[in-house]
């Protein structure tokens, strides 16, 4: 799975409804969760990249928000233009690398929450493809609104592959409960599911909330292999055996 890893945690940068809540409020459905889970650290990356944008770089740096602040106001007409090669909002930036302290000034100076990159993904669908799922709640508190299933079919197997089980437990129970996400969408090339993924990584919480929304133990990735195959490869004896009596 770690080319599959690298695949879509690139692509969870590229990706391109229904109002979820108005501004401040909370679906109820993730308020338990939302009211409790914490913002992790913001730790910069080892390559910051090109000092041209400078606002993206003082995003992606960690700069004082002092700092970014008095860019943002020297660049407000850009606040939700497209920047760069790959067209990202600053927004869309600072929700994808984890930086909330960068993406609350951007709210204040004035940054639509659902302003879409190139792509068409918001800063909402790049912090949970990136399992920035703290940042996700205070965007959804912000006004953000739920990604039309239709447009993103590839959203919840990338939710899926994250380290914080809770919370892709979570969210992906969201999406497909309240917002018509396919419980046995494929993820690109490998067509691997959202089960098969929670599988080899070892998230029994996941497997167990797709199983009761319907997944299909069944159903093969592109090189012929069940949920239950992969959690086998991947040792996950525990998740093994609740597939294999489905």
Wanted: aromatic content about 6%; hydrophobic content about 45%.
């Amino acid at each position: 799975m770690s080319s599959f890893k690298t695949l879509l945690c690139f692509v969870a940068l590229q990706l391109c409804g229904p109002a979820i809540s108005a501004a401040g409020e909370l679906p109820p459905v993730l308020r338990p969760f939302c009211e409790r889970v914490e913002i992790k650290p913001y730790s910069p990356p080892l390559k910051l990249g090109s000092r041209t944008d400078a606002v993206r770089y003082a995003i992606v740096a960690g700069e004082p928000t002092s700092r970014l602040r008095m860019l943002l106001q020297q660049n407000r007409r850009a606040l939700d233009q497209k920047q760069g090669a790959l067209g990202y909002t600053w927004l869309e930036m600072a929700a994808v690398v984890g930086n909330w302290p960068a993406a609350q000034e951007l709210l204040k100076a004035g940054a639509k929450v659902d302003a879409p990159g190139w792509s068409g993904q918001t800063p909402f669908q790049g912090a949970l493809a990136a399992g920035q799922f703290g940042i996700a709640c205070q965007l959804l508190k912000a006004g953000a609104r739920l990604p039309d299933a239709a447009q993103n079919p590839t959203l919840l197997p990338l939710v899926a592959l994250n380290d914080d089980f809770r919370g892709a437990a979570v969210f992906a129970d969201y999406l497909i409960r309240h917002g018509g996400y396919r419980v046995n969408a494929t993820a690109f090339g490998t067509r691997d599911t959202a089960l098969m993924i929670a599988a080899e990584l070892g998230n029994q919480q996941l497997v167990e909330v797709l199983l009761a929304r319907g997944a299909d133990v069944s159903q093969k990735n592109s090189s012929g292999q069940t949920a239950r195959d992969l959690a086998i490869a991947a040792g996950n004896q525990s998740i093994a055996q609740l597939l294999g009596k489905r």
